[in-house]
């Protein structure tokens, strides 16, 4: 169950969520946005699927004021005007900027009228740091939990299994 967004106008002073989201005050969101270089604006295509775009939004009385868009992000933002900005962290340890809101259409812009922003960074892993994993001595099969993870490039670049003569290709 998704849980109802709180308005940025409402909040007056920053309180933390879980200790890694700290809440932007509507009045503070001027100063947090320049304090960042680019945004990505996320909108939703017909087909459900995100479509992400970098912009850089230009805060104004009436929101956050983006120009030069597309017309697939014009035309997501007019079917379904949710959306979300999100401002990347200049480190890793750095506050990402979320901003939810409501975007209103106006020939080649769109102005977002925020209704939650956070600043927001991955929590820190509990315990100590990760160390190298020793090296297995035994000689059984690692079970399936203790194989290293492959990427699709791994596996792209694996050669096939050859399926056995007079068999269709691709009975692997």
């Known amino acids: 169950m998704r849980r109802p967004a709180t308005r940025c106008a409402a909040s007056t002073e920053p ?4 200790g890694v989201s700290i809440v932007v005050p509507a009045d503070q969101l001027a100063d947090a ?13 017909d087909d459900g699927r995100p479509h992400v775009v970098a912009v850089s939004p230009e805060p104004t009385a009436d929101g956050l ?9 014009r035309a997501n933002a007019t ?4 959306v979300t900005l999100v401002w990347p962290p200049g480190t890793v340890e750095a506050f990402s ?16 009228a925020p209704s ?23 000689s ?6 203790e194989r290293p993870h492959r990427s699709a490039a791994d596996h792209a670049s694996r050669p096939r299994k050859r399926a056995p003569t007079g068999a269709p290709d691709g009975g692997v």
């Open 15 to 18: 309180s933390t969520l879980g």
């Open 33 to 45: 946005v320049a304090r960042y270089g680019f945004a990505y604006l996320v909108t939703v295509g």
């Open 65 to 73: 004021l983006l120009d030069d868009l597309g017309r697939r992000t």
């Open 79 to 82: 079917a379904r005007p949710e």
């Open 97 to 112: 900027l979320i901003v939810d809101g409501v975007a209103t259409p106006s020939g080649d812009t769109v102005v977002v």
């Open 116 to 138: 939650r922003a956070v600043l927001h960074r991955p929590a820190p892993a509990p315990g100590p740091a990760p160390t190298a994993a020793p090296t297995a001595s035994r």
């Open 140 to 145: 059984e099969p690692r079970s399936r939990s």
